[in-house]
């Protein structure tokens, strides 16, 4: 809500946000309405001014060549009566002289007459040429009212009707719709389309892109920018552009164009492409008339460039080339030198165990070949033994011998 003083009766009344709003623009449209009255009255002014100026000096022009006539033919008249003065002698020597004066001055009247005549035509000739030139300024300061009139009107008209979200994208609508009106002709093979990918917080409004034989040789991020002269903060076109310079490096596009509608007073931005590069690398602020220009401007700049691109594209294929090749043969080498040492591991591996195998082996060998000599001498001490041997120091075994033989001679 709002508080307004009455400035007659002092009451103080409240108003809400809509109310308030109204107020102010009947405000604005009044102050408008005043200046406008006043640059008509100006503009009227100067214009009499000049045409007032115009007259007075065709006047002055006038008025001296006259005068200069004038003297030039009070001149004569004294000179003729100096000469009428001077004759003496007979009447005829008069009548003579008086004539020959007399037929001079006809003859230098007739020549003055018909001087003041050409120069009267003359007169005439410039003063239709500078009534046709004030005409024709006349026309020139109608047609620049028109014009400045049907702009004031077309404004109002858009601000009335519009609001501060809607004309932002009303510009927008508007730059596709140039740009769509010569795709297929001017850019049948280029990309552009609004920005949608907010996965990094921000966005452009869009993004233009074209590519030959697969060689992408221009990109652009586009940013549109409007407000209502009603919006309480003004905002600058330098206010947007670290913003969009951001989303140029995010997206991965070459160049950044502000296109504007913002500080309309501005001077500096109303006389053509400004480059803030200085601020900002390959960034412009351009307004609306200047955005199919734009587009053509760095694309036919781009195109020049292309062939290098295409060099530069397949010396950079061949490097990449080159570095696969390079990961390939040390993967291999890698791969190779792990699988010798893996190898030569287990065959070290295999000959240890194969050393130890014929080791283990000698050791079986010589221990049969022990058992082998061990069996050969107790086949010998079998083949030497003898009941004479086994009782030799076991009387009562040889006892029981001697009587077993015995019994055995008796059956």
């Given at each position: 809500?709002q508080?307004?003083?009455?400035?007659?009766?002092?009451e103080?009344f409240?108003?809400?946000?809509?109310?308030?709003?109204q107020i102010?623009q009947?405000?604005?449209?009044?102050e408008?309405?005043?200046?406008?009255?006043?640059?008509?009255?100006?503009?009227?002014g100067?214009?009499?001014?000049?045409?007032?100026?115009?007259?007075?000096?065709?006047?002055?022009e006038?008025?001296?060549?006259?005068?200069k006539?004038?003297t030039?033919?009070?001149?004569r008249?004294?000179l003729?009566a100096?000469?009428?003065?001077?004759i003496?002698?007979?009447?005829?020597e008069?009548?003579?002289?008086v004539?020959?004066?007399?037929s001079?001055?006809d003859r230098e009247?007739?020549?003055?007459?018909?001087?003041?005549?050409?120069?009267?035509?003359?007169?005439?000739?410039?003063?239709?040429?500078?009534?046709?030139?004030e005409?024709?300024?006349?026309?020139?300061y109608e047609?620049k009212?028109?014009?400045?009139?049907?702009?004031?009107?077309?404004?109002?008209d858009?601000?009335?009707?519009?609001?501060?979200?809607?004309?932002?994208?009303?510009?927008e609508q508007?730059?596709?719709?140039q740009?769509?009106?010569?795709?297929m002709t001017?850019f049948?093979?280029?990309?552009?389309?609004?920005?949608?990918?907010?996965?990094?917080?921000s966005?452009g409004d869009?993004?233009?892109r074209?590519?030959?034989?697969?060689v992408e040789?221009i990109?652009?991020?586009?940013?549109?920018?409007?407000?209502?002269?009603?919006t309480a903060?003004?905002?600058?076109n330098e206010?947007?552009?670290?913003?969009?310079?951001k989303?140029?490096?995010e997206?991965k596009?070459?160049?950044?164009?502000?296109?504007?509608?913002l500080e309309i007073?501005?001077?500096?931005?109303?006389n053509g492409?400004v480059?803030?590069s200085?601020?900002?690398?390959?960034?412009?602020v351009?307004?609306?008339?200047f955005?199919i220009?734009?587009i053509?401007?760095?694309?036919?700049?781009?195109?020049n460039?292309l062939?290098?691109?295409?060099?530069l594209?397949?010396?950079r294929?061949?490097?990449v080339d080159?570095?696969?090749?390079e990961?390939?043969?040390?993967?291999f080498?890698e791969?190779?030198?792990?699988n010798?040492?893996i190898?030569?591991e287990?065959?070290?591996?295999?000959?240890?165990?194969?050393?130890k195998?014929i080791?283990?082996?000698?050791?079986?060998k010589?221990?049969?070949?022990?058992?082998?000599?061990?069996?050969?001498?107790a086949?010998?001490?079998?083949?030497?033994?003898?009941?004479?041997?086994?009782?030799?120091?076991?009387?009562?075994?040889?006892?029981m011998?001697?009587?077993l033989?015995?019994?055995e001679?008796?059956?």
């Open positions: 809500m508080e307004i003083k009455c400035p007659n009766c002092g103080v409240v108003v809400d946000e809509s109310g308030y709003a102010v009947q405000v604005r449209d009044k408008f309405d005043k200046e406008l009255r006043r640059r008509e009255e100006e503009l009227a100067k214009q009499e001014s000049e045409l007032r100026l115009l007259r007075l000096e065709q006047k002055q006038y008025d001296d060549a006259l005068a006539k004038e030039e033919l009070q001149k008249d004294q003729i100096r000469l009428q003065a001077q003496s002698g007979t009447e005829t008069k009548k003579l002289a004539a020959e004066v007399v001079e001055k009247l007739s020549e003055k007459t018909t001087e003041i005549t050409a120069l009267k035509s003359q007169l005439a000739n410039k003063a239709t040429e500078n009534e046709l030139k005409q024709a300024l006349q026309k020139q047609e009212l028109k014009m400045k009139d049907e702009q004031i009107e077309y404004y109002k858009f601000k009335a009707r519009q609001s501060t979200k809607m004309i932002g994208e009303s510009l508007h730059c596709l719709n740009f769509n009106a010569l795709r001017a049948p093979n280029a990309y552009f389309e609004k920005d949608n990918d907010a996965r990094t917080g966005k869009f993004i233009f074209e590519a030959a034989d697969g040789f990109s652009i991020m586009f940013e549109m920018k409007n407000e209502m002269d009603e903060t003004k905002h600058k206010d947007f552009l670290k913003e969009l310079d989303d140029r490096r997206k596009c070459e160049y950044a164009v502000l296109v504007s509608l007073d501005n001077e500096l931005y109303n492409i480059d803030m200085y601020r900002y690398e390959k960034m412009y351009i307004r609306p008339q955005f220009p734009m053509t401007l760095l694309r036919n700049a781009a195109l460039s062939q290098y691109r295409r060099e594209e397949l010396a294929h061949q490097q080159i570095l696969r090749f990961e390939n043969m040390n993967t080498k791969g190779f030198a792990r010798y040492r190898a030569s287990r065959f070290k591996t295999a000959i240890d165990e194969i050393d195998t080791t283990h082996l000698q050791k079986t010589d221990a049969l070949l022990a058992s082998e000599n061990n069996l050969r001498l086949n010998h001490k079998a083949e030497d033994l003898s009941i004479k041997r086994l009782t030799k120091n076991a009387p009562s075994v040889k006892a011998f001697d009587e033989k015995k019994e001679s008796e059956n």
